[in-house]
């Protein structure tokens, strides 16, 4: 079983950065996929962003492809997500998620990641 543990979250003015990262302990293979979500209060959980099967490939949401980068430290068992060039709308409580042999189809999907981490709340304002 996939453990997940978030931290990195904060308060930060618009157009800051931060840095949030995912502990992952537990089976974490070529087969295993890491995701980012976030969900604003009164809105929809949304994808971020997803390292596929073990890092073969990245996907990034619409909303903060060219700001978010998703990467990992397979020693440390860590994922992140650097985030730049925040704006209030990405104030959020940001999810760690995972889930094993994922296929492309199903990678912005919330509902294909078995295991989820607490959260980190991340506010962007002036």
């Known amino acids: 079983q996939v453990q997940l543990l978030e931290s990195g979250g904060g308060f930060v003015q618009p157009g800051g950065s931060l840095k949030l990262s995912c502990a992952t302990s537990?089976?974490?293979?070529?087969?295993?996929?890491v995701a980012w979500f976030r969900q604003a209060p009164g809105k929809e959980r949304e994808f971020v962003a997803a390292l596929f099967r073990g890092g073969s490939a990245t996907y990034y949401g619409d909303s903060v492809k060219g700001r978010f980068t998703i990467s990992r430290d397979r020693p440390k068992n860590a994922v992140y997500l650097q985030m730049n060039s925040l704006e209030p709308e990405d104030t959020a409580v940001y999810y760690c998620?995972?889930?094993?042999?994922?296929?492309?189809?199903?990678?912005?999907?919330?509902?294909?990641?078995?295991?989820w981490g607490r959260g980190t709340q991340v506010t962007v304002s002036s």
């Open positions: 537990g089976p974490t293979g070529s087969s295993v996929s």
């Open positions: 998620a995972a889930g094993t042999s994922l296929i492309t189809s199903t990678v912005r999907l919330g509902t294909a990641y078995a295991y």
